[in-house]
């Protein structure tokens, strides 16, 4: 099956520790994203990566941190400095960022205990 | 301020009825999309319209584009309980290719 997938599915932290949330895709496309979604809120970019070994920050970077070092995978990791981290968390890509139709994974809920 | 915004935040239909959605967004575009999300689910695509397009048809879905207007109109026609869920339109403005969100319409279809 093509798709892309993202785990865990739910993830519970505690204050002052980071965490890496795993996306994965087999859709062979260059273009993925992270985008955090909090309650009746649309969609905020937190970074991209157009090409591997390659990516830029979106609209709120701070206190998370991504790598790109194959095509197929983007984790994120939430760190201590992101002052407010509880929310819906989901990863998408697409064959390029030229507006392309970007394809969603089932999304990781985490929360800061 | 949002690039896109949805109208209305919520719609409350019975089974068989349409629904119509609105998106209106601020600077020019290269293509307005919609896409569906069930609760507590990842987004799946509906629909794309090019600025050059000014109606789409899929299925029980027809999207609608006025780039005088700025403005997008997603239309369900006979509704079903399944099409309950959240609808986002985003926005292509070509400045790094990414996708600009709007808050959503929450969808709910009474059988």
């Known amino acids: 099956d093509g798709g892309i997938t993202q785990s865990p599915k739910y993830l519970f932290r505690k204050e002052g520790q980071n965490v890496t949330l795993s996306c994965e895709q087999n859709?062979?496309?260059?273009?993925m994203y992270w985008y955090r979604q909090d309650p009746g809120q649309g969609l905020r970019l937190i970074y991209y990566?157009?090409?591997?070994?390659?990516?830029q920050k979106g609209d709120i970077a701070e206190g998370y941190s991504v790598s790109r070092e194959k095509k197929e995978s983007f984790p994120l990791t939430v760190t201590s400095a992101q002052k407010n981290p509880t929310a819906f968390y989901l990863c998408?890509?697409?064959?390029?960022?030229?507006?392309?139709?970007?394809?969603f994974g089932p999304g990781t809920r985490l929360t800061v205990l | 301020s949002q690039q896109g915004e949805e109208d209305p935040q919520a719609l409350s239909i019975q089974e068989g009825e349409n629904a119509t959605m609105n998106c209106s967004y601020k600077t020019s575009i290269n293509n307005l999309q919609w896409y569906r999300q069930n609760s507590g689910r990842g987004l799946v695509h509906l629909i794309l319209?090019?600025?050059?397009?000014r109606e789409k048809h899929s299925g029980r879905l027809r999207v609608t584009l006025d780039t005088s207007k700025k403005s997008s109109s997603l239309l369900i026609t006979a509704s079903r309980a399944a099409d309950t869920a959240s609808y986002f339109c985003?926005?292509?403005?070509?400045?790094?290719?990414?996708?600009?969100f709007g808050k959503g319409t929450k969808l709910s279809v009474k059988p």
């Open positions: 859709l062979n496309h260059d273009a």
């Open positions: 319209i090019r600025s050059n397009e």
């Open positions: 985003a926005t292509d403005i070509g400045s790094q290719g990414n996708l600009i």
């Open positions: 998408a890509s697409s064959i390029q960022t030229s507006g392309d139709t970007q394809y």
């Open positions: 990566s157009q090409i591997v070994n390659d990516f």
